[in-house]
């Protein structure tokens, strides 16, 4: 492992830099430790923006500058993107909206609300951003909206299978075969086994990858039973539950994320700005961890081929009567 005070950036490096929500490409003119007392400390580089004037120039932290690579080139592009998408939304959604809606506003996906399982179809129909959605007296809504949010990036072609799977289950009533080929547990280990070694060894980018990672295993054997599910899906739910829990168990299956895949880990990533929205966590915490969402989906997005089903199973006459409960 590098010596934590062996510079990540050497001295004119072209970098991508984090100002806010968005990065901008700049060069590295200087480094110094955070804390001139302590030699070995962590490291903070001056940079200059490009294009920009030297009155601009800013000792930042390692955690806000990214390498000058083509992903996240692509990266920068696509926050870029959303950020335009979600100003021409919201000003656009401000002027259509009543006054009384107008402050019931929260970030989201690209999909708006995930809604809960039994009406998942507003998630997958609200193209346009956000959306305003009444919540029971006992929510604290006041504090919630002074919670930091986060607008998820998801590729196109995910959006594009998502409104296809919606179509599959609810509209021609068929299902996602289980268990999956390749499930969602071995997508994300899959992932992680292609971008751990582009992070530095013990590096703190390494650490964060490996906590999201894992909190995205938790999360999805969490909430697939609770919000990940069309109502059509519930009783296949009921039918595969005993292989990860009860006698008759499979040691194979540990989980739900041992037993569904791409399909329901897609339909977490559109559920987690609201997930998100009700966690303590910190603007800054948000921001870095959206970052990782957002590479995570764009990878998942270019290797869609290999791990989302290619045919849906046709449910059969006795179970479609009894999800209609006939």
């Known amino acids: 492992m590098a010596p934590s005070n062996q510079p990540a950036y050497a001295k004119d490096e072209r970098v991508l830099c984090f100002h806010h929500d968005l990065l901008y490409e700049a060069k590295v003119t200087d480094s110094k430790p955070v804390d001139a007392s302590d030699k070995k400390g962590p490291l903070q580089y001056k940079v200059h923006y490009k294009g920009w004037k030297n009155t601009w120039d800013d000792w930042v932290p390692q955690d806000r500058l990214r390498k000058l690579s083509e992903e996240n080139r692509e990266l920068a592009q ?90 599959n289950v609810t509209k021609n009533l068929q299902l996602v075969p289980l268990p999956s080929k390749t499930p969602a547990n071995k997508i994300l280990a899959h992932y992680l086994h292609e971008e751990l070694p582009k992070r530095r060894p013990g590096s703190a980018e390494a650490d964060i990858l490996e906590e999201v990672v894992q909190g995205v295993r938790d999360y999805f054997d969490k909430c697939l039973g609770r919000i990940l599910l069309y109502r059509f899906e519930r009783d296949q739910y009921f039918d595969v539950r005993p292989m990860w829990e009860g006698g008759a168990a499979d040691p194979a299956f540990k989980g739900p994320g041992d037993v569904y895949g791409a399909e329901h880990l897609c339909r977490l990533f559109v559920s987690m700005p609201e997930l998100i929205a009700q966690t303590n966590m910190d603007q800054q915490s948000v921001t870095r961890l959206r970052e990782e969402l957002a590479k995570l989906t764009q990878w998942l997005g270019k290797h869609s081929a290999r791990f989302f089903t290619a045919e849906y199973e046709n449910a059969s006459q006795e179970y479609i009567e009894k999800a209609r409960g006939v």
Not at 140 to 149: A, C, L, N, W
Request: net charge positive; proline share 4%.
């Open 78 to 167: 696509n926050l870029r993107k959303e950020m335009d998408n979600l100003r021409h939304h919201t000003s656009r959604d401000f002027k259509k909206a009543p006054t009384s809606t107008r402050k019931n506003r929260t970030g989201g996906s690209d999909y708006g609300s995930a809604g809960g399982s039994e009406e998942r179809q507003s998630s997958v129909q609200a193209f346009a951003g956000p959306r305003g959605q009444k919540r029971g007296r006992d929510f604290d809504e006041e504090s919630f909206h002074t919670r930091p949010s986060v607008r998820l990036i998801v590729p196109d072609h995910l959006k594009a299978l998502l409104v296809d799977d919606w179509e």
